[in-house]
């Protein structure tokens, strides 16, 4: 009977998942910092793309204390959560609501990382490894540093802002609406409501 695989197997398994997701980041990174407006929200997309830089190396260092090489295992989680934030950059958002987007996908791919890094630390420990699990402890502080980074931002203004230019829209589309009521009301009543507007606005999406 083939040997069972060990906790041990799912651990060096999890950190090849957590090595390839890191460098998917290192990719994906710029192309958040290049389509953000705000300038800090901008640097901190690449200041945290210096952090990912300096992950995929602490978890190259990972590798070595297990005497294991350090290799990637292809992480789809990470590649769906950046397919998403692509998709995003391919509407016709304005700058404020792409922004506010782009710190969605962010967030999202802070906290698939949060998950695994917890995991990774949790399993070092009961697997004996304390070197690892500092180790992998310095980048999950990183990585709630980032989360934290993007929250702050979010409320600082960013969604506000959004959301300031959304009722700006809504207003100007609402006197569009009044005008075409007026010359509709001669011939036949028409009543438009704020729902409508909004399904609307939601189905051009
Ligand atoms: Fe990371």
Not at 17 to 25: H, I, T
Request: charged share 40%; proline share 1%; hydrophobic share 35%.
């Amino acid at each position: 009977m083939a040997e069972q695989e060990t906790l041990y197997d799912a651990f060096l398994d999890e950190l090849r998942d957590a090595y390839d997701a890191e460098k998917q980041l290192t990719k994906a990174l710029p192309k958040l910092a290049k389509a953000a407006s705000s300038p800090d929200l901008r640097e901190a997309f690449e200041t945290h793309l210096e952090e990912t830089r300096e992950q995929v190396s602490r978890l190259e260092q990972v590798f070595e204390l297990l005497d294991e090489r350090a290799k990637g295992k292809h992480c789809d989680g990470i590649a769906g959560i950046i397919e998403e934030g692509k998709s995003v950059l391919e509407e016709d958002f304005s700058d404020e609501a792409l922004d506010a987007c782009l710190i969605a996908s962010g967030q999202r791919a802070e906290h698939y990382e949060m998950a695994a890094y917890g995991t990774l630390i949790a399993w070092a420990r009961v697997l004996g490894r304390e070197d690892a699990a500092k180790l992998l402890e310095e980048t999950l502080e990183e990585e709630k540093a980032a989360d934290k980074k993007l929250t702050a931002l979010a409320e600082g203004g960013i969604n506000e802002r959004a959301a300031e230019e959304a009722r700006a829209d809504d207003e100007s589309e609402e006197e569009e609406e009044d005008e075409e009521d007026e010359e509709a009301a001669e011939s036949q009543p028409v009543r438009r409501t704020a729902s409508t507007s909004g399904a609307k606005r939601a189905s051009s999406r």
